[in-house]
């Protein structure tokens, strides 16, 4: 086990903690006359989002778990299939994780923008350590 890859773990673990914090997914819930809406605060990993149709926050958190799993396995074992893999569940993640986009501006949150930022890391560093 070389300690370069022991690297490609610090990303995906930074991405769950973020994804864990309770400010990654905002909702907008309508409420009577004087105040139109009110802005709800979610964790990537709450159930609550996925029951109102928005599945992007709770697969990115899913397959964030399994690139982390996938990581620690292509520590102890190098396998190029593995890494194809691996980089192809980040190329599904960053695209689940841009989902709020197609709502607007106002539906990614500094924590959402965060977890993205922290993927596209993950892909420059499995891009520098394999070459």
């Known amino acids: 086990m070389k300690k370069k890859r022991l690297l490609l ?3 995906p673990i930074i991405t769950i903690v973020l994804e864990t914090l309770p400010y990654g997914v905002i909702m907008h819930f309508m409420s009577p006359p004087p105040n139109n809406s009110f802005p709800e605060f979610f964790s990537f990993f709450s159930t609550i989002p996925m029951g ?4 992007g ?4 958190a899913t397959i964030s778990c399994m690139i982390l799993f ?7 074992v190098e396998n190029s299939k593995l890494l194809t893999t691996i980089k192809v569940l ?3 993640t960053e ?4 989902c709020p986009l197609i709502l607007g501006f106002k539906y990614l949150t500094l ?3 965060l977890v993205t930022l922290s993927m596209m890391i993950e892909l420059i560093m499995l891009h520098v350590i394999r070459e």
């Open 57 to 60: 926050p709770m697969l990115t």
């Open 52 to 55: 109102y149709a928005r599945f």
């Open 90 to 92: 980040l190329y599904i």
């Open 111 to 113: 924590v959402g923008g």
């Open 70 to 76: 996938l990581l620690i396995v292509y520590c102890f």
């Open 9 to 11: 773990i610090i990303a």
């Open 95 to 98: 695209i689940l994780s841009l």
